[in-house]
């Protein structure tokens, strides 16, 4: 009924629209005079008979006119063209109507074309309107930052989602009032918070997928003086394929503020080293082990072999590998504890692993104070023990990841990373590559600063910083497993290699960035210093400064190498302190001690 009662409408617009022209087209003729008309009024009805035909012939009563297109044109056309020749022919020959001026047929043509074209035209406009208009009354009003090419394909991809952008911002000023695909730039990132005000703006979208740290934190500092939610696309390195989607936008993470370009991985290296090997991976439910398994996998190992002591997290290891669609057969988990020697024996043994990446160690330094003991077991005794089996197993590469905090130690911790360090170094000989990786605090990791940090905002809007100007070098997952694999690929014998991982942060600017990312202002959360607790150092170091710092092939990665103690030399020196764990906490404190400052096996090589 609707849809007859629609026809019906547009039968009679068409009429009017027929009957106007043909008058228009009189009164255009005879300059608006009436002198004469009876050749008009026969010609009105011959006419609309005539027009009503050849539009119903060309189906224009129908239709939807918010879709007309160049098919409804072509039809128009058709039928105003067919009907003015019929026109012409019916009026002259068979009513003889000689008076009727050739101009008028053609201005009558012309008009009638025009206005059925521009009737729906017209509609289509004001339907298109009526809906973008409800359809941005629930849409976020948003700026970009960044006229650059990312800046672009965002707009793009903002045209078919939730957002009306506004404009853009740009530190160019020659910039400032160009229109870009019709949306100007208003302004530059100084002027954020009056460009939020003025236009209502309820989010702001950062594409710089390629700025530094320090632009991405003044970035972030403007955005939380205009009160705006801000979000931004990803980075470089995380934009495989160079679209960029509205899905892509995240929260601005410490990692950006970071700011350090991706390692350049010398790929075509690394999958000679691991395609069609057996490869284990040890704390691989940790945070950089889980990372290195997930991207061993991508070079096609035989078998890629993941061990940990604890059952959950290994498990949602396993979950993670199998959504990305790792192959199931070609990956194992073991729930073992790398102290069981017995264990990992028949581990390796069972599947021919030639390669083991050594990621499980103790890592808390307040916590191994107090439990000296088992820092020794697991960080030092433990990597005695599954090097020992490793090599008897013929394993062919063994990679130790270490720390900074190996470099000078002032902890317990520290020193059973720099003795994995040097024990690596001794045994050089044994028929393994044994390669140590050096690196800082990795972003994000289980049990770093940062979650606790974030945790300390939600509930108790108070930060503990325990020194003002302590510093961390710092480096995120990626980064981490990235350079334990290019270490694997070109590492030596002996070899600790080291990332360059720029100055050292603040920690205390970190948690100020933490807070600014909370979108809480800094005055809105304490900090209160709790002092540097057992084991703690203001500062960390890369290198000792007898090291020799020399370039590898690959970009901001360093090599160093220790003096080399013989393997009986050093064993001597670890006996004494299994002795001594063995006993009392007190005979362990004291070779501790003496292992930081004075121990003769290990002076030259630790102090």
């Not at 495989?240 to 991706?262: F, I, K, M, S, W």
């Not at 061990?307 to 959950?312: M, S």
């Not at 503990?464 to 290019?486: C, G, K, S």
Request: hydrophobic share 45%.
């Amino acid at each position: 009924m609707l849809i007859k009662q629609r026809s019906w409408v547009i039968f009679l617009l068409q009429v009017m629209l027929v009957v106007s022209s043909i008058c228009l087209a009189w009164l255009l003729r005879f300059e608006f005079c009436f002198k004469n008309p009876k050749p008009l009024l026969l010609a009105i009805p011959v006419l609309v008979l005539i027009r009503v035909i050849a539009m119903a012939r060309f189906n224009l009563y129908h239709g939807y006119w918010r879709y007309t297109g160049l098919s409804d044109a072509a039809d128009i056309f058709k039928a105003v063209a067919i009907g003015s020749a019929v026109f012409f022919i019916v009026l002259r020959w068979v009513f003889g109507v000689t008076a009727f001026p050739l101009s008028v047929y053609l201005l009558e043509a012309m008009l009638t074309g025009i206005a059925l074209g521009g009737v729906r035209v017209l509609s289509r406009a004001v339907t298109q309107a009526i809906e973008r208009h409800q359809h941005d009354a629930g849409k976020k009003t948003t700026l970009v930052v960044g006229v650059g090419a990312a800046g672009v394909l965002l707009e793009s991809a903002l045209q078919q989602s939730n957002y009306t952008l506004t404009g853009f911002v740009d530190d160019d000023r020659r910039k400032v009032g160009v229109n870009v695909r019709g949306v100007p730039v208003l302004g530059t990132i100084n002027d954020l918070p009056q460009l939020v005000r003025a236009y209502r703006v309820d989010e702001v979208l950062i594409a710089i997928p390629s700025a530094t740290g320090k632009q991405m934190q003044r970035i972030v500092d403007y955005c939380t003086k205009s009160g705006a939610r801000f979000r931004t696309i990803p980075s470089v390195s995380e934009l495989v394929d160079g679209r960029v989607t509205v899905g892509q936008l995240r929260e601005v993470n410490l990692d950006d503020l970071l700011g350090r370009d991706p390692i350049r991985l010398d790929v075509s290296r690394i999958c000679e080293q691991l395609k069609d090997r057996v490869v284990l991976v040890t704390g691989a439910a940790g945070s950089i082990g889980s990372e290195l398994c997930r991207q061993i996998v991508k070079y096609k190992p035989a078998k890629l072999v993941c061990v940990d002591q604890a059952e959950t997290p290994l498990f949602y290891v396993q979950l993670q590998l199998t959504k990305l669609g790792s192959p199931a057969e070609r990956i194992c988990y073991h729930v073992a504890d790398i102290t069981d020697s017995d264990r990992m024996r028949a581990i390796i043994a069972d599947y021919g692993v030639t390669a083991i990446f050594h990621a499980a160690a103790y890592k808390h330094v307040p916590l191994m104070e107090e439990n000296l003991s088992e820092a020794l077991k697991n960080n030092v005794f433990g990597l005695v023990d599954l090097l020992n089996v490793a090599q008897e197993c013929g394993c062919k590469d063994f990679l130790l990841i270490s720390s900074d905090k190996a470099v000078n130690p002032s902890s317990f911790m520290g020193c059973t990373k720099r003795l994995g360090e040097l024990i690596l170094a001794a045994r050089q000989k044994s028929g393994m590559r044994c390669v140590s990786v050096r690196f800082g605090n990795v972003l994000g990791s289980q049990g770093s600063v940062i979650p606790e940090f974030q945790e300390q905002i939600r509930n108790d809007r108070q930060i503990t910083v325990t020194h003002p100007d302590i510093t961390r070098y710092f480096m995120t997952i990626p980064e981490a497993a990235a350079l334990v694999l290019q270490g694997f690929a070109v590492g030596e014998p002996g070899d600790i290699l080291v990332l360059d991982m720029g100055e050292p942060v603040r920690i205390v600017d970190l948690a100020r960035s933490l807070i600014k990312m909370s979108g809480m202002k800094e005055d809105g959360v304490k900090i209160v210093y709790t002092g540097l607790r057992p084991g703690e150092k203001l500062f960390e170091e890369l290198f000792y400064s007898s090291e020799k710092q020399t370039p590898t092939i690959v970009d901001k990665v360093w090599r160093t190498r220790s003096r080399m103690l013989s393997w009986p030399e050093l064993q001597q020196g670890l006996d004494r302190i299994r002795v001594a764990s063995s006993t009392s906490d007190e005979e362990l404190i004291r070779s501790r001690e003496t292992l930081i400052k004075s121990f003769s096996a290990f002076h030259s090589v630790i102090v």
